[in-house]
């Protein structure tokens, strides 16, 4: 079977408050149905002869085989849970629900914000062990490019949710004065920065920045460069993350973050789940305006 992938699409941009940004892109990676929240609120109040879906119907008597188990993930409606979810708000039925995201090119600056929800499980990209390139490109610049080239050279990441070129070329040129700072007040600098296997590059490629570059991004990575260096970025830098929340976890989160008085980056990222959040569970999170 050939395995399917979506095309990276052109990422939507907004401007706020003068400055353009990029919005975060959104796919729904699993789901567990809403079939287990059924069952589970059946068994509170024995009643599965009432049930609506014939499989629920059948485990007042007998326990599910592999296929019952299909068949109960793969149900649409539920009248008990809507009842419990709009009526009695026994929401705790819908915790036996779980959904699953990866979210592209959201910000640390929503991340901080979004870590705010503690029922959730969260996997983020790490800034510890991704950031060898950034400072190879600054190594390579103090051996000869210079801050334009570290500048010309980070650009290409397309690391910001910052979409403003202008903008975003403060943004690099101030984090190559971090290090340069760091540069002057650390004996060590360059042993911190890269691998010591990739030490006699410096020598070997000092005045050719760009062949310097490519020898350090070809050669071994420095571990956890990250510890010493990520300092210099800002809530600008975009992050990649997998996030799991409950059916009642999320509720919460669109009711929060879905809203006018919610950081706009944030609202941007709960638009985007919930536009790939199945009706299925909307119906029993989101109230129809």
């Not at 079939?35 to 009432?50: H, I, L, Q």
């Not at 060590?188 to 760009?210: H, N």
């Not at 879905?258 to 959040?277: C, H, N, P």
Request: proline share 1%.
């Amino acid at each position: 079977m050939a395995l399917v992938f979506q095309d990276k699409g052109v990422m939507m941009k907004e401007n706020m408050y003068g400055i353009t940004y990029t919005k975060p892109e959104v796919v729904l990676l699993q789901d567990t149905g809403i079939g287990v929240a059924e069952t589970a609120a059946r068994t509170c109040y024995d009643s599965f002869a009432n049930s609506e879906n014939e499989v629920i119907q059948n485990l007042e008597s007998a326990l599910p085989n592999e296929q019952a188990c299909d068949l109960l993930n793969n149900i649409e409606e539920s009248a008990l849970l809507d009842d419990l979810a709009w009526t009695y708000f026994h929401h705790s039925i819908l915790e036996h629900a779980n959904l699953s995201f990866l979210v592209r090119g959201t910000s640390r600056g929503v991340l901080q914000e979004h870590a705010r929800h503690r029922i959730q499980a969260i996997s983020v990209r790490s800034t510890r062990y991704t950031m060898s390139g950034l400072i190879n490109a600054f190594v390579a610049a103090k051996h000869g490019g210079g801050e334009l080239f570290f500048i010309e050279k980070v650009l290409e990441y397309d690391m910001f949710v910052t979409a403003d070129e202008e903008y975003n070329r403060l943004e690099i040129a101030a984090m190559y004065a971090k290090l340069d700072l760091q540069l002057r007040k650390v004996d060590d600098f360059y042993a911190l920065a890269v691998a010591k296997s990739s030490l006699p590059l410096l020598q070997e490629f000092d005045g050719d920045s760009q062949a310097l570059y490519e020898a350090l991004q070809a050669g071994k990575k420095k571990r956890n460069v990250g510890d010493a260096f990520k300092h210099i970025i800002t809530d600008n830098v975009k992050v990649d993350m997998v996030i799991t929340f409950n059916l009642r976890s999320l509720k919460n989160y669109f009711a929060l973050r879905d809203s006018g008085a919610a950081y706009f980056q944030i609202r941007w990222l709960a638009q985007e789940m919930k536009k790939v959040t199945p009706k299925k569970y909307l119906d029993l999170i989101v109230k129809e305006k």
